[in-house]
């Protein structure tokens, strides 16, 4: 075989092995695709529940209520079966200059017999990581709710990122802590 033919082979085996590559290239991003479509199709539900007003971890329900006043309604009336019910809320407003705030922290009736909650308000730096304990409560028995409470200091007027962290605790001898819920609102000091 003269040389310009096996040069000619030898850049068709080239051309071959590209297009076989690429062609693998192709399929695999067509299964991956398909792999991640199934899976946010079937994963719904799972896992941490993302919501605008707060992040929740898993096996805690938040319900926002703008108004916080009553807890959601559950067709399953079994209640070993469910997981912990926090009311959240989008905004939190209160006087300035002043400790004490109206609020509305509530342990629903839904938690009968399983958890207690301990709410903690924490207002954010900037930076968003850190933060300062402005209010920390006791356990709030189920059906129980904090409405008046006395801050660590007095705010200034202004909008606030904050954020009421509240932790569940499973109403044994231990008092185990289970998983718990940051909820972001804005906190709107007047």
Do not use: C
């Not at 992040?55 to 309604?73: C, F, M, R, T, W």
């Amino acid at each position: 075989m003269s040389a310009i033919g096996e040069e000619k082979e030898e850049t068709g085996r080239r051309k071959g092995l590209i297009f076989l590559l690429l062609l693998l290239i192709l399929m695999f991003g067509i299964v991956m695709g398909i792999g991640l479509i199934w899976g946010q199709k079937h994963d719904k539900g799972k896992g941490q529940i993302g919501v605008s007003a707060g992040q929740v971890n898993s096996g805690v329900e938040l319900v926002i209520d703008k108004d916080a006043k009553k807890a959601p309604h559950y067709e399953n009336n079994d209640i070993s079966e469910q997981g912990v019910v926090i009311i959240g809320r989008e905004a939190l407003t209160i006087s300035a200059d002043t400790k004490e705030a109206a609020v509305d922290f509530v342990n629903p009736e839904e938690n009968a017999q399983l958890y207690y909650l301990t709410f903690e308000l924490r207002l954010y730096n900037d930076n968003g990581q850190d933060y300062e304990v402005l209010y920390t409560s006791g356990l709030v028995e189920p059906g129980k709710r904090i409405s008046s409470v006395t801050l660590s200091r007095e705010l200034e007027k202004g909008v606030y990122n904050a954020v009421v962290h509240v932790q569940p605790y499973r109403m044994n001898e231990e008092r185990t802590p289970t998983n718990n819920a940051d909820m972001k609102m804005k906190l709107i000091v007047r």
